[in-house]
């Protein structure tokens, strides 16, 4: 997306070991950042959001963290498994729109 | 709770046909709503959102329209497919642009 861009655009990582997926925005009005996964073949879902006025939030295994003032967030997946194969998709909303900046995408391979 | 159908969940149809793809939002009222095109292995590219009935934002110039009759109901169309119109298209709605957008199953398009 023109507001979001995300890195890396593959990773492949040895079961049990972390993931990490960084996007930077442009706009630092920027308040709401979703996290999606989408499986082969199947529909974009949300795994986990942040909103500006946190710096970091935790489910289970995922975590996401956020600093404003370098406009970036990021994914972070711990203990990978398998089922954690999939492409991930930021983004951001943009500011007084109705729409969402969707980065390109991160496919990641999670090795058994 | 929300719940979204999309459909037909697959397509066939040749260069030159009508399209017609459907999306309803049931649990909700005066949602966001949107479509997307992915074409294979690539990110998500907005099509048309709409904040309302007969209203509607094209965000990409080209040979599809869509159309919001009801308050739940999202139309994507075409008079005359191309093969480039091939791809997974996506529906979406959302409370606010600051809340999680929802996809539908989606529906995978080809052109013969």
């Known amino acids: 997306g023109e507001n979001v861009e995300q890195h890396p655009s593959t990773l492949s990582v040895q079961e049990g070991d972390s993931a990490v997926i960084k996007c930077t925005y442009s706009d630092s009005a920027s308040n709401y950042f979703p996290w999606y996964k989408q499986e082969l073949g199947k529909r974009p879902q949300l795994i986990i959001d942040?909103?500006?006025?946190?710096g970091e939030k935790k489910d289970q295994r995922i975590a996401v963290t956020l600093n404003k003032t370098a406009k970036h967030f990021s994914l972070h997946i711990t203990e990978t498994q398998p089922e954690d194969s999939a492409v991930y998709f930021c983004?951001?909303?943009?500011?007084?729109?109705?729409?969402?900046?969707f980065g390109a995408g991160t496919t990641v391979t999670v090795r058994a | 709770s929300q719940t979204i159908h999309q459909w037909p969940a697959t397509l066939v149809q040749p260069v030159g046909s009508p399209l017609s793809l459907e999306c309803t939002v049931e649990?909700?009222?005066?949602?966001?709503l949107y479509w997307y095109r992915q074409a294979a292995g690539r990110g998500l590219q907005l099509l048309f959102y709409?904040?309302?009935?007969?209203?509607i934002s094209s965000e990409v110039p080209q040979n599809l329209s869509a159309s919001r009759p009801q308050d739940r109901q999202f139309i994507l169309s075409s008079k005359k497919l191309l093969l480039s119109d091939s791809g997974f298209y996506l529906c979406?709605?959302?409370?606010?642009?600051?809340?999680?957008?929802?996809f539908g199953d989606g529906t995978r398009l080809s052109i013969l």
């Open positions: 942040i909103r500006s006025n946190v």
């Open positions: 649990g909700t009222s005066n949602p966001n």
């Open positions: 979406a709605w959302s409370g606010s642009f600051t809340e999680p957008q929802h």
């Open positions: 709409s904040v309302g009935i007969g209203q």
């Open positions: 983004a951001a909303p943009l500011p007084n729109d109705y729409k969402l900046s």
